[in-house]
């Protein structure tokens, strides 16, 4: 029966889906200003590139962990005890990310430069790696006790199968900023990134190809729910296909949406094979987390779903608004005046 529980699990899973949608081409952005950019120029118009959207975009992650504080109390407390180390990563990294982008043009010094670069880099790698890693654990499961704790050992979370899903996000996000560039900006350094995602392509396509190989064999997810799974992994090649289409063409826009597509159709198998479960217990499966298990209250949840419907309106108006307005090309005479 569709309830409160099952609605609030989907606004979890569609809150982190869009944070990937939307930050994974911040993160690629990033990455891409040691990897296409020539110059300082380049690297100012990059980061212009996504000066007006990415804190907002990071807005995404704070709610879905909001939303699973408030609606699933117990995931959170599992989640947050049992990788602590690595979201303190993510969080350091998105702290260091950001000081990068405000302090970067505060001094000429190439020191100073060089070492916000470097920053803004990390920052941008870390995130997506280690959100790879936590995602695949939510599918290869977890050694969770009757009690809901997580106790972890260095193995339990990284592994080969978690480090390919890992560097899957990784380049996926990479290459989706690449295709992000080419919307926003001018010339050599637009088609530079366009000839660097066109390269990528084979590699993101063998990782992925890879980890749903593997999620197969060492999960039980397709067993689940095997047969929606079957039918999202055949859209999401047929997407893959298109954003090389679409690349080749030089059809920026439209590559654009397939490299987002890949992301959205990809997180959405993840929580669609985890459904009714929100963590998989490797100890027994009765242990594992569920909506119901992990919920809070039905009077929590029912005013919850009153405030979220009420405001989420004006919040994604508000955002699709932004990217109107900053819908023009970034170039070095728009740097200038910047």
Same mark, same amino acid.
């Given at each position: 029966m569709f309830d409160?529980? $099952?609605?609030? #699990?989907?606004? =979890?899973? =569609? +809150?982190?889906i869009g944070f990937f949608f939307l930050e994974g081409f911040d993160f690629g952005v990033g990455m891409s200003t040691q990897i296409i950019a020539k110059n300082d /120029?380049?690297?100012? *118009?990059?980061?212009?590139?996504?000066?007006?959207?990415?804190?907002?975009?990071e807005v995404w992650l704070i709610t879905a962990g909001g939303a699973l504080f408030a609606a699933f109390p117990h995931w959170y407390a599992t989640l947050f005890s049992g990788f602590y180390t690595p979201l303190v990563v993510v969080l350091l990294a998105l702290i260091v990310r950001a000081t990068g982008f405000e302090f970067r043009a505060k001094s000429d010094h190439p020191l100073w430069k060089k070492s916000w670069d470097v920053c803004?880099?990390?920052?941008? +790698?870390?995130?997506p790696l280690l959100f790879g890693v936590v995602f695949a654990c939510f599918m290869q499961g977890l050694p969770i006790d009757k009690d809901m704790e997580l106790k972890a050992?260095?193995?339990? *979370? $990284?592994?080969?199968?978690?480090?390919?899903?890992?560097?899957?996000? +990784?380049?996926l996000c990479l290459v989706h900023g690449l295709m992000f560039t080419t919307l926003r900006t001018v010339g050599d350094l637009r088609d530079r990134a366009r000839r660097t995602a066109q390269k990528l392509l084979p590699v993101l396509g063998i990782l992925l190809v890879a980890f749903c190989s593997l999620t197969y064999i060492k999960t039980d997810i397709f067993n689940e729910r095997g047969t929606i799974l079957s039918?999202?992994?055949?859209?999401? $090649? *047929?997407? #893959?296909v298109l954003s090389g289409f679409f690349i080749s063409r030089k059809k920026d826009g439209w590559?654009?949406? /397939?490299?987002?597509? =890949?992301?959205? +159709?990809? #997180?959405?198998?993840?929580?669609?094979?985890?459904?009714?479960? $929100? /963590?998989?217990?490797?100890? %027994?499966?009765?242990?594992?987390?569920?909506?119901? %298990?992990?919920?809070?209250?039905?009077?929590?949840?029912?005013v919850m779903t009153i405030v979220a419907l009420s405001l989420l309106p004006f919040v994604l108006g508000y955002q699709v608004w932004s990217y109107i307005v900053f819908r023009k090309r970034v170039t070095e005479k728009s740097h200038l005046e910047y």
């Open positions: 409160l529980n $099952v609605l609030w #699990f989907i606004l =979890v899973a =569609v +809150l982190f /120029m380049d690297k100012r *118009i990059l980061i212009n590139s996504i000066g007006p959207f990415w804190d907002a975009n803004i880099f990390l920052g941008s +790698l870390l995130p050992g260095f193995f339990d *979370i $990284v592994n080969y199968y978690t480090l390919v899903g890992g560097l899957t996000v +990784l380049i039918f999202i992994f055949g859209l999401a $090649v *047929i997407v #893959f590559a654009f949406g /397939m490299t987002g597509g =890949v992301i959205i +159709l990809s #997180f959405a198998a993840v929580f669609i094979g985890l459904f009714p479960r $929100v /963590m998989i217990s490797s100890i %027994n499966d009765a242990f594992s987390l569920t909506i119901t %298990n992990a919920a809070s209250g039905h009077y929590s949840l029912k």
